[in-house]
């Protein structure tokens, strides 16, 4: 909803130093720091970091998205996740912001990659796969009836929430996704991982 969209705000803070046991300094802002505490780094790629996060009244946990604020694709993923509430779906919960960096904080999804997932277990079982889809397709029909594509669906893109059997897969990384004004727009962007992508795509690469 819209009040809902309202509560996850963007704030603008001063940066400080946070240290995290046998790590080095982290640039944090302040308002971060004071709101959650840092638990550990659980991802690092080019340009971003993922920290793991305690919310300090609650006691629940996050995950914290550290990019540049430069990043092309960022202001559009956090455009899209702003307007988006579905279980299937990764929940942005708020997002700080400093002069050169932004802090994401997101739903904590620990139960790690469908694709890990698959790669440990060897196979799926036919329910299995049965649940997984159904949790999937019923967060793409939610997606596409507020007119958002994903267009880089993978399993490396869905996360499970926790690692039990029955945790919810979530949609994630939205870093690719458009969100057409009308039923009548057409996208002629061609985008995606070409592993993954439908083959009539796949063919305009």
Known sequence: SDNQSQNRSITTIQATDCVIKNRPALRLDSRLVCKYEVLAIIGK???????????RLTHKYYAVKLVSADCGTVNNE????????????????EVFKSSSRLFIVME???GGEMYNRVVAKGRY????????????LNGLAY??????????LKPENL???DATPDARLLITDFGLA?????SEEKMTETCGTPEYIAPEVNNLF
Do not use: C, K, N
């Not at 956090?78 to 919960?93: G, K, N, T």
């Open 45 to 55: 790629g080019s340009f971003s970091q993922v920290l793991r996060v305690q919310h």
């Open 143 to 152: 997606l596409h009836s507020i007119r958002v594509t994903h267009r880089d």
């Open 78 to 93: 956090l455009a899209i996740l702003s307007r988006v509430q579905h279980p299937f779906v990764i929940r942005l919960e």
């Open 178 to 182: 458009y969100q057409t004004q009308t």
């Open 108 to 110: 904590m999804a620990s």
């Open 159 to 161: 996360l499970y929430s």
């Open 125 to 136: 079982s036919e329910i299995e796969a049965q649940q997984a889809l159904r949790m999937l």
